[in-house]
């Protein structure tokens, strides 16, 4: 090929004139490569803008780069082949390079389908349990199948290297030993993916759930095979081990449903009526627009000779919006209490004892 561009060059070694026409060949091809690349994927993305859906979008710029360079393989492969002796070079590298584009092109797929799946999952809407649930099984079926995955794409790279396939051979061949081997050396990596089936399967956990663990309160923000990531409410994350959640007791505020209880407790004088603040907290939390008008309630729940234990017991949406419920009813019913009732407000009371009945003790 060369030689006809460059007369000057045919009296060169043959194995030079090989490695330049191989670099032109390959140069031109990789060119071409990336023109076909640009002009299909110019012509889906007019098509994916003209969709009224976002998936298509999703698709194309997971796939953007693995399809180009599997393209680039492509055209090498194309080339290699009308040189015998590069043709053997690529056919070595070929076993590590082949694997590799499949594997991220797959994986590209696998990512895509599921974002577009979870466009359907909206979990800002107030009932959104199914929604988190769906996420959830999103969310762990691609760790699960990344993890596959790059499991078999390593596999099929560590074969084509001839002395990895016979150790292979040889371990296959006395499959005990290969059992016990295997087992010994995937045994944290087999865990961890069996406990991401199971938290899966069982569900105890799901993506935006309110948890309390270890006494800390905070949200499910991400879920993988290995570990769970909790957003406390001060913005820090609590990095949790999956068997965690499967081993280990915890609270989860939004299993069924994200609507709660909550209570505001207040302390009083033991001779305050109960009536006027009764009637107070329920001005208060009917005004109030984080209550969902489920539940109001007032009670004496504990006597003392100082004070009187009250719990106003309150409802709302989520734990969030009762969170600040609360909150607002404890402070307007503390001001309402030392601007009204006055003496409702608890104190210790001392009784003066007269000389003369300090005598009359004493007899």
Same mark, same amino acid.
């Given at each position: 090929?060369?030689?006809?561009?460059?007369?000057?060059?045919?009296?060169?070694?043959?194995? !030079?004139?090989?490695?330049?026409?191989?670099?032109?060949?390959?140069?031109?091809?990789?060119?071409?490569?990336?023109?076909?690349?640009? !002009?299909?994927?110019?012509?889906?993305?007019?098509?994916?803008?003209? %969709?009224?859906?976002?998936?298509?979008?999703?698709?194309?710029?997971? !796939?953007?780069?693995?399809?180009?360079?599997?393209?680039?393989?492509?055209?090498?492969?194309?080339?290699?082949?009308?040189?015998?002796?590069?043709?053997?070079?690529?056919?070595? =590298?070929?076993?590590?390079?082949?694997?590799?584009?499949?594997?991220?092109?797959?994986?590209? $797929?696998?990512?895509?389908?599921?974002?577009?799946?979870?466009?359907?999952?909206?979990?800002?809407?107030?009932?959104? &349990?199914?929604?988190?649930?769906?996420?959830?099984?999103?969310?762990?079926? %691609?760790?699960?199948?990344?993890?596959?995955?790059?499991?078999?794409?390593?596999?099929?790279?560590?074969?084509?290297?001839?002395?990895?396939?016979?150790?292979?051979?040889?371990?296959?061949?006395?499959?005990?030993?290969?059992?016990?081997?295997?087992?010994?050396?995937?045994?944290?990596?087999?865990?961890?993916?069996?406990?991401?089936?199971?938290?899966?399967?069982?569900?105890?956990?799901?993506?935006?759930?309110?948890?309390?663990?270890?006494?800390?309160?905070?949200?499910?923000?991400? $879920?993988?095979?290995?570990?769970?990531?909790?957003?406390?409410?001060?913005?820090?994350?609590?990095?949790?081990?999956?068997?965690?959640?499967?081993?280990? =007791?915890?609270?989860?505020?939004?299993?069924?449903?994200?609507?709660?209880?909550?209570?505001?407790?207040?302390?009083?004088?033991?001779?305050?009526?109960?009536? #006027?603040?009764?009637?107070?907290?329920?001005?208060?939390?009917?005004?109030?627009?984080?209550?969902?008008?489920?539940?109001?309630?007032?009670?004496?729940?504990?006597?003392? #000779?100082?004070? !009187?234990?009250?719990? &106003?017991?309150?409802?709302?949406?989520?734990?969030?919006?009762?969170?600040?419920?609360?909150?607002?009813?404890?402070?307007?019913? %503390?001001?309402?209490?030392?601007?009204?009732?006055?003496?409702?407000?608890?104190?210790?009371?001392? &009784?003066?004892?007269?000389?003369?009945?300090?005598?009359?003790?004493?007899?």
């Amino acid at each position: 090929m060369l030689e006809n561009i460059w007369p000057n060059l045919a009296n060169q070694p043959a194995w !030079l004139q090989q490695t330049l026409d191989f670099l032109v060949a390959g140069g031109i091809a990789v060119a071409i490569a990336f023109v076909v690349h640009w !002009l299909a994927f110019r012509l889906l993305s007019a098509l994916a803008k003209a %969709s009224e859906s976002e998936s298509d979008n999703i698709l194309l710029q997971r !796939l953007g780069r693995p399809t180009l360079w599997g393209l680039i393989a492509l055209a090498l492969v194309l080339v290699a082949r009308e040189q015998p002796a590069l043709d053997k070079t690529w056919d070595k =590298v070929a076993g590590f390079v082949m694997p590799a584009l499949i594997g991220w092109i797959v994986i590209a $797929i696998v990512h895509a389908l599921v974002e577009a799946m979870k466009l359907r999952s909206d979990i800002t809407v107030a009932n959104n &349990l199914e929604a988190r649930r769906r996420r959830t099984r999103l969310a762990m079926f %691609s760790r699960i199948a990344s993890f596959i995955i790059v499991f078999v794409t390593v596999g099929l790279m560590l074969l084509s290297i001839p002395g990895v396939r016979d150790i292979g051979v040889t371990l296959v061949a006395s499959a005990g030993l290969a059992g016990l081997a295997v087992g010994a050396a995937a045994q944290p990596a087999l865990k961890s993916l069996i406990g991401g089936v199971q938290l899966a399967i069982t569900e105890p956990i799901n993506i935006d759930d309110v948890v309390i663990i270890d006494g800390e309160w905070g949200r499910i923000e991400d $879920i993988r095979t290995t570990y769970v990531v909790v957003k406390i409410w001060d913005e820090r994350r609590l990095v949790v081990p999956t068997s965690k959640f499967l081993e280990d =007791v915890f609270e989860n505020w939004t299993k069924q449903t994200a609507q709660l209880l909550g209570t505001v407790f207040l302390y009083l004088d033991p001779a305050t009526r109960m009536g #006027p603040v009764r009637a107070e907290f329920e001005r208060q939390v009917r005004a109030h627009e984080g209550w969902d008008g489920r539940v109001q309630k007032l009670q004496v729940t504990d006597t003392t #000779p100082e004070a !009187l234990e009250v719990r &106003l017991t309150m409802s709302a949406q989520d734990a969030g919006t009762l969170f600040g419920l609360r909150c607002d009813i404890r402070e307007g019913m %503390s001001d309402w209490i030392a601007e009204n009732l006055p003496g409702a407000i608890v104190r210790r009371r001392y &009784l003066r004892v007269e000389e003369d009945d300090r005598e009359q003790v004493a007899a």
